[in-house]
């Protein structure tokens, strides 16, 4: 199966086969070709030794603070024993590493500011290149389907998104007119920073595999580990500081900034559907008249005092 690796959520392991069929639906991966592959070199070893003389600890500290035997940890560096999936999953969050990088990278042999890039937690997967997946379900036909998240297993997405037992539950439905090339999802939304699409709406996005593709000024659907899923005006900020600047079409709301780390998935606008009418915006003559109306009203108000 294709089972996440502790906080490293966007990464995935093929570890022992594809899901199958559940209930007249298919829960199939969508993944780019995986780095990890036999025939590989596993640099797993060097870049433990390299990461922890980095952060100037012994073996003894830093398999006291991991909780694990020096004994162990040893051993990985020198490549006699490999950490099982919970090992390594302890080790990529504990450097902020991706596991494809982490493994498969010689660390020594990349630039100084690539490097500290990943131990500041700025690395991020936005070409999509190594190894995100993203589940979705296929109708008996084998054509894939819009899942729809309801709203109250929206809070749950953050954690459910690469689960086929969470995603084989969720709604789906067909939009005929949407081109079929692409894989779409459907969202709740919640709040008014978004006008005119209203609190309750649901929007519909296109998956997006390639981050840098994305424009300034595009609404998007972004799903992020701690605010769950928010929908935003997105300025792309990748090459600058590995951030999102997201912003609101309601002006209440103050435009903020969002590690790219932070994100899991992101799907650009398509369409949404409201059960209510947006309200309706005043002509030019109805503006005119309005204004003239005020400028009326104001006159009388000064002529009473």
């Known amino acids: 199966m294709l089972a996440p ?119 991020f997967d936005a070409d999509g290149k190594r190894l995100r997946v993203l589940l979705t379900t296929v109708d008996p036909s084998g054509d894939e389907n819009i899942e729809l998240v309801p709203q109250e297993a929206s809070a749950g997405y953050t954690r459910g998104y690469a689960d086929p037992d969470y995603i084989k539950v969720l709604p789906t439905f067909r939009l005929p007119f949407l081109p079929r090339e692409k894989k779409y999802r459907t969202f709740p939304i919640k709040g008014d920073s978004m006008p005119p699409v209203q609190e309750g709406s649901w929007v519909t996005g296109s998956y997006v595999q390639n981050w840098h593709q994305i424009k300034d000024g595009e609404p998007c659907i972004l799903v992020t580990r701690d605010e769950g899923i928010v929908f935003k005006l997105v300025a792309n900020r990748l090459s600058e500081d590995g951030t999102f600047l997201l912003s609101s079409t309601n002006p209440a709301y103050e435009p903020y900034r969002i590690k790219a780390t932070e994100v899991v998935e992101v799907w650009r606008f398509v369409n949404y559907i409201s059960p209510e009418l947006p309200e309706a915006n005043l002509s030019r003559d109805q503006l005119a008249q309005a204004v003239m109306d005020l400028q009326r009203e104001v006159a009388e108000i000064r002529s009473r005092v």
């Open 5 to 123: 690796v502790g906080n490293n959520r966007g990464f995935f392991l093929e570890v022992e086969k594809v899901f199958g069929r559940f209930d007249g639906k298919s829960v199939i991966p969508m993944m780019k070709k995986s780095s990890i592959e036999s025939g590989h070199p596993i640099y797993l070893g060097t870049n433990l030794q390299l990461l922890r003389q980095r952060r100037g600890l012994s073996q003894e500290e830093m398999a006291t603070t991991l909780g694990i035997k020096r004994a162990s940890l040893s051993g990985y560096e020198l490549g006699h024993t490999q950490p099982n999936l919970d090992v390594l999953a302890t080790l990529a969050d504990f450097f902020s590493m991706p596991l494809d990088p982490l493994i498969r990278l010689d660390l020594s042999a990349i630039p100084g500011s690539q490097l500290e890039a990943f131990e500041k937690g700025l690395s």
